[in-house]
């Protein structure tokens, strides 16, 4: 009897195949990187930029030497916080009523739905932005408050296009929770609201927590909407009913001109891209800190 190990062909061409596709994401992820530092690096050689101008200023206009990157980074903080004030409550009581109160006909329904809003090209929900929700936030709150292109109007859609990641996620964490707490808990006397709120949630509270830290690096890194309904040109302002452009919406706009190579303009754009690039990382990595380290396991 021939007890030697087979060569199994189809198997080491697929294991080959899966080791070919990490390569090349790990790679495309390090020329990417390699490619926002080097041309930052140009921006940053210009004896007229510096660091301190950059991360001290409040005024960008890199053509007649104004480099400080906060107008840009505050409408950008100021569009993801007004989207995760909306994504977040109503993602997450999406994500509870999908996992803890729907029956499995509901369920099968709502589902579809919430992936088709995901689906729906990020134009349309920033001309939606432009032509419904800033009308409506005018009709509230005033016409003289409200401006055409502001980034409330802009944060709120942004919200609804991120509330599908955040409830899906978050239903998914919710599920994976053993029954048998919920079993536990329902003997004990707890309603379903408790069981719920007090018992389910907290098990999940790492899959939770990091749904809402990848909602929040989605939303910073939105482009279309804040391109069109959110304002062009910084403007550094705290009001949520102005325009203000957005770190995102500023590269779309100049990048569709006409840049010259080795521009100061154009390697402001890849240090502009750095800098976002360094948010979502920062905010990737505490989303695998916060996993590991509230993460519960059950026999």
């Known amino acids: 009897m021939d007890l030697r190990r087979k060569p199994r062909i189809a198997e080491s061409v697929i294991q080959g195949f899966l080791f070919l596709c990490g390569a090349i994401s790990i790679l495309t992820t390090l020329g990417i990187v390699y490619i926002l530092g080097r041309e930052s690096l140009l921006f940053f050689a210009n004896e007229e930029v510096n660091l301190l101008k950059f991360f001290g200023g409040t005024e960008w206009q890199p053509t007649i030497g104004r480099f400080g990157i906060w107008p840009l980074v505050t409408a950008t903080l100021m569009a993801s916080l007004i989207a995760m004030a909306v994504a977040l409550p109503i993602g997450l009581c999406v994500a509870i009523y999908l996992s803890e109160y729907a029956p499995q006909r509901t369920r099968?329904?709502?589902?579809?739905?919430?992936?088709?809003?995901?689906?729906?090209?990020?134009?349309?929900?920033?001309?939606?932005?432009?032509?419904?929700?800033?009308?409506?936030?005018r009709g509230i709150f005033g016409r003289e408050l409200v401006e055409i292109y502001n980034t409330a109007s802009a944060g709120i859609v942004i919200g609804i296009l991120v509330i599908p990641l955040v409830s899906s996620m978050s239903e998914d964490a919710l599920s994976a929770v053993p029954g048998s707490l919920r079993q536990a808990s329902y003997g004990l006397g707890a309603t379903r609201l408790e069981?719920?709120?007090?018992?389910?949630?907290?098990?999940?509270?790492?899959?939770?927590?990091?749904?809402?830290?990848?909602?929040i690096s989605r939303a910073i890194g939105e482009t279309m909407i804040v391109a069109i309904a959110a304002g062009a040109g910084p403007n550094f302002t705290f009001s949520p009913f102005r325009a203000a452009?957005?770190?995102?919406?500023?590269?779309?706009?100049?990048?569709?001109?006409?840049?010259?190579?080795?521009?100061?303009?154009?390697?402001?754009?890849?240090?502009?891209?750095?800098?976002?690039?360094?948010?979502?990382?920062?905010?990737?990595?505490?989303?695998?800190?916060i996993v590991r380290r509230f993460r519960e396991e059950y026999e």
Do not use: C
């Open 195 to 215: 069981t719920s709120v007090r018992i389910v949630l907290p098990a999940a509270l790492s899959g939770v927590a990091a749904a809402f830290i990848v909602a």
């Open 108 to 137: 099968s329904i709502l589902k579809p739905i919430l992936e088709v809003l995901a689906g729906i090209p990020t134009v349309v929900y920033g001309y939606f932005a432009l032509t419904f929700m800033t009308p409506l936030l």
């Open 245 to 289: 452009e957005t770190m995102t919406g500023h590269i779309v706009r100049i990048s569709g001109g006409d840049l010259s190579y080795d521009s100061i303009d154009y390697n402001s754009i890849f240090a502009i891209g750095l800098l976002l690039f360094l948010l979502t990382l920062s905010l990737n990595v505490l989303s695998q800190w």
